[in-house]
């Protein structure tokens, strides 16, 4: 990976994008998207869409998310503890003793997620739950924490931030889904670099509030109006010792993006996918949904008259913890499987079933 795009990366999972306050990350990846688009444009929500060709007909989606799961401040004890409610699928069991940064108008507050040593907790272990996890700020009483700026609402990020394991493996808290985000980026990069033209306008979608219900992508996809659009997510890793490969599906690291089966999927899009990841010679692993996929996928195939759409996702360790793991191969066939297919995808194709 080229050094501008590897700190490009580091930047862009460290910075803090909560469900509901994007707009640090999202500045930050139009800032780094603009010099490969021809124009852009961002809704009152925050979702941010770089497009190339924004005068062609036929419209190409490539989709990320840019939210990460966050907690909101909701009650503050006499005696200075915070407790806390979830702002997307937050896990109250990996809260104790997180290091976590309070957002106020005035800055970030520091805290501790606090939990009673081991030694005390007697024979009846207690385990974490929402309603008695507390954050500690050094405030003594809760005049002296609203004194800080921290009041009911205030939103609470995890403080971790990026780190490398064994060379080949990248850690942060919010690769769900900003892995994504600096793929589609890297794609525009490409796109432009290798001075490729596309008779189709491309339109690279960085939404928000996907992690609490897909709202930003519904949101922008009834603005867009596309005929194709090509999602990115995190898969499950199934193979550390607590998951049910049965149940769970046989998902690894390191052996290509995933290419998923559902309804919301469209056949013909995923077998084009399917084949251009053979022909290309890129490594990829079949994923299958049931109902639905949880992903901006959704969204997007059901808005309006209906969309063709398909999800690449990458496995990842360990999901809505800090320390959520990509493989750096996984990354790089993801970009080049979304390159290669733009460049193969025509103009006007028609998705329908019944042609």
């Known amino acids: 990976m080229r050094k501008e795009s590897f700190e490009f990366l580091k930047n862009y999972l460290n910075i803090a994008s909560p469900?509901?306050?994007?707009?640090?990350?999202?500045?930050?990846?139009?800032?780094?998207?603009?010099?490969?688009?021809?124009?852009?444009?961002?809704?009152?929500y925050g979702t941010v869409v770089g497009i190339i060709n924004p005068d062609a007909e036929y419209k190409v989606v490539l989709e990320s998310h840019a939210d990460e799961i966050s907690w909101f401040v909701n009650y503050i004890n006499d005696d200075g503890f915070i407790y806390v409610i979830t702002n997307g699928g937050s896990d109250h069991q990996i809260a104790p003793s997180k290091r976590v940064n309070i957002h106020t108008?005035?800055?970030?507050?520091?805290?501790?997620?606090?939990?009673?040593?081991?030694?005390?907790?007697g024979k009846k272990e207690n385990h974490p739950e929402l309603n008695n996890i507390i954050l500690d700020c050094g405030c003594k009483?809760?005049?002296?924490?609203?004194?800080?700026?921290?009041?009911?609402?205030?939103?609470?990020?995890?403080?971790?931030?990026?780190m490398t394991l064994n060379k080949n493996y990248y850690v942060a808290r919010a690769m769900d889904n900003r892995i994504g985000g600096f793929m589609i980026a890297e794609t525009a990069r490409m796109l432009k670099e290798k001075k490729k033209k596309l008779n189709y306008g491309l339109y690279f979608v960085n939404a928000v509030q996907?992690?609490?219900?897909?709202?930003?992508?519904?949101?922008?996809?009834?603005?867009?109006?596309?005929?194709?659009?090509?999602?990115?997510?995190?898969?499950h890793d199934t193979q550390s010792p607590l998951y049910n490969k049965i149940t769970d599906g046989d998902l690894a690291c390191g052996k290509g993006p995933t290419l998923t089966y559902g309804p919301s999927i469209h056949n013909e899009l995923l077998k084009m996918l399917i084949n251009t990841a053979k022909k290309n010679k890129i490594p990829f692993q079949y994923e299958a949904v049931s109902s639905h996929s949880g992903t901006d996928t959704d969204a997007f195939a059901y808005s309006a008259e209906g969309v063709a759409s398909a999800l690449i996702g990458v496995a990842v360790k360990y999901m809505h913890t800090t320390v959520e793991t990509v493989h750096k191969d996984d990354v790089q066939n993801g970009i080049k499987l979304m390159y290669e297919f733009l460049l193969q995808l025509k103009s006007g194709h028609n998705f329908s079933y019944f042609k």
């Open 210 to 235: 996907e992690e609490v219900g897909l709202k930003g992508a519904e949101m922008i996809s009834r603005r867009i109006k596309p005929d194709v659009a090509i999602i990115t997510d995190v898969s």
């Open 19 to 44: 469900v509901g306050f994007e707009v640090p990350g999202q500045k930050l990846w139009l800032e780094y998207i603009t010099p490969y688009v021809d124009t852009y444009y961002t809704d009152v």
């Open 105 to 121: 108008d005035k800055g970030f507050v520091k805290a501790v997620f606090g939990w009673p040593a081991i030694h005390v907790r």
């Open 141 to 162: 009483s809760k005049k002296e924490v609203e004194a800080l700026g921290i009041h009911t609402g205030s939103v609470v990020t995890f403080e971790d931030e990026f």
